[in-house]
């Protein structure tokens, strides 16, 4: 059974930065699109971030557009998301979903069929 793991979350300063990273058990990531999504309390799942299984990227936060970076390192089997100059908004639990056929992306989380269980990022001082 595929299953996706979220890592790197945790509590920083506003104005910090973390790295969350996506591994996957079960599926061959390179042949995935791979999302990143975010869930605040209180509010709908929405798309960060996306990268197909060529590289193409996609970015679809406004709010996080210019402070976030996604990338896929095939050695390691991960797809990472850099987050910087994070702000107290970006406080949310955040998922990685992966998408097949990988050619395409989108921020739309009913295109992705397997999720993980989420790491919490937490910005506060």
């Known amino acids: 059974q595929a299953q996706l793991v979220e890592s790197g979350g945790g509590l920083v300063q506003p104005g910090g930065s973390l790295k969350l990273s996506c591994a996957a058990r079960g599926l061959i990531l390179d042949n995935y699109a791979i999302g990143w999504f975010r869930q605040a309390p209180g509010k709908e799942r929405e798309g960060v971030s996306c990268i197909t299984m060529s590289n193409l990227k996609g970015y679809y936060l406004d709010s996080m557009k210019g402070r976030v970076t996604i990338s896929r390192d095939r050695a390691k089997k991960t797809v990472t998301l850099q987050m910087n100059n994070l702000e107290p908004d970006d406080t949310a639990v955040y998922y990685c979903?992966?998408?097949?056929?990988?050619?395409?992306?989108?921020?739309?989380?009913?295109?992705?069929?397997?999720w993980g269980q989420g790491t919490q990022v937490t910005v506060s001082s």
């Open positions: 979903a992966a998408r097949w056929p990988g050619s395409y992306c989108s921020g739309d989380a009913g295109d992705f069929g397997s």
